[in-house]
């Protein structure tokens, strides 16, 4: 089997790196514009060749788009096309505008939208890691409107990876990717940019008290701004309204500890401990 | 040397189990109000044994305090007069009250204000880890207040733990805990409380799309909301100004958002990526 993998950054990378384990892959195909990401994957070993798209989508059996969305949104309708009728993955961090964009598109069945539900605050080909979607969620949307024999062969391979296969539709999908991982990065780049801020660019002070907690707090706000500028844009009214929903909380916490409502803040924590039930099998 | 331990939690556990491996240490005895810890400390081998408060300061030749700081409030002067002339550590999260509180008291000197920049979002004796405090800051605080040579054994042992002695006034402690450590506390606990609501107490949507970036963002609203009720209340002017700059910085971003001004979300992302520079050497 011949797998293409379109754009070679963290995921991408990642991907390939585990891809090369499987015993039915022929050839792994890289298409990437960056020349210099060009050069780093094949120095690195992650692709057997670097080819223009439409020979690529011609080669494979299998294609994998893993560009930040904005290319993922232009590739995605001539892919299905150059690729005829060969199965065709987007790894994207939002699913809603791609399975509208296709939605009428005579391919559509060829088409698998799907969310690996991991990934680290590094990007490029130098960051992409082995066993990265290991014993990872792999949300698949709107599955209906794929080819079954298709969908088959796409859960196979992130079985493969070790992935366990989440269904739900491409709204659902957007709406809760708002609320945990793209809040979550909100948070993050606020919490780096007020410390800044209040360190007026000194960070000695920050550096004898920073702790493991600021660490995983802020480790986020070190993402990549260009894909998060991409992300947050796509999927902005949901994105608005998980801050609004975290802007009412917070505001709330302020308010009690200002009236010295110890019993309130009591209970506002012991609330907030019960995302430990996330934790519990 | 006999050391004493007043409090067996997290951080007195953990300071039991790395004193133990001390050449110079005769005798740990721990003092405990909660019976079950007392129970627990003794089966976990983690002091020799429990004594009342005043035995314990009689028999030792350094007394730590480990308690949440309103108990410690209640205990310092106390210990100070008990223990004639020994040192004194209190390892509280906030250092202004305690300095202001003894400021006149006659064993002034024999006091040592620390804040270890360790710990885990765990509590009681059973969360008590070896080696928690190996490469961590220790913040010391007003140390020109006390006796030189009580200081060099503090310090000295705190060495022998593998810290790194920072040294701060009791008032840029607290302000800089607001900052970086208490700050980063609320923002978990809103960002937990956030989604807890956002997702109606239906965890089945959020357990698929965790990873991660929100585990580690959402980590400190495990935390103990006992302890926390009282750290944010000790140090309440000072965070709620960091919460200020904070909700500030993040209603900024909304706005970005909401008006789709992708230029300012780049630089808005850019900036806090300068958080980077914490992690430099």
Request: charged share 25%; with cysteine.
């Amino acid at each position: 089997m011949n797998i293409a993998i379109v754009g070679l950054g963290l995921i991408g990378g990642s991907l390939a790196k585990d891809l090369r384990a499987f015993q039915m892959l022929d050839e792994l195909i890289g298409v990437e514009l960056n020349p210099s990401h060009q050069k780093l994957a094949l120095e690195l070993g992650l692709v057997d060749c670097i080819l223009e798209l439409k020979e690529a989508c011609e080669r494979a059996d299998v294609i994998f788009l893993s560009a930040p969305i904005s290319s993922v949104k232009k590739l995605l309708p001539i892919v299905l096309e150059f690729s005829s009728m060969k199965l065709v993955i987007d790894l994207c961090s939002t699913k809603k505008t791609l399975v509208h964009l296709v939605e009428n598109h005579p391919n559509r069945a060829c088409y698998l939208a799907a969310h690996p539900m991991s990934g680290t605050e590094f990007s490029g080909p130098q960051a992409a890691i082995s066993g990265l979607f290991q014993g990872k969620n792999l949300i698949v949307c709107d599955t209906e409107k794929t080819d079954k024999e298709k969908l088959e062969l796409g859960i196979s391979i992130f079985q493969n990876l070790g992935m366990k296969i989440q269904y739900m539709t491409a709204d659902e999908h957007d709406l809760l990717a708002a609320q945990v991982s793209h809040l979550s990065h909100v948070t993050s780049f606020s919490l780096a940019m007020a410390v800044i801020k209040l360190s007026s660019g000194d960070f000695n002070g920050i550096k004898k008290m920073a702790a493991g907690g600021f660490h995983s707090t802020v480790r986020l706000a070190k993402s990549d701004p260009e894909l998060w500028n991409q992300i947050f844009t796509e999927n902005k009214e949901n994105v608005l309204d998980a801050i609004d929903a975290y802007l009412t909380e917070m505001r709330r916490f302020r308010d009690i500890l200002e009236k010295d409502d110890t019993t309130e803040m009591l209970d506002f924590m012991k609330k907030s401990n019960q995302i430990n039930r996330l934790y519990e099998s």
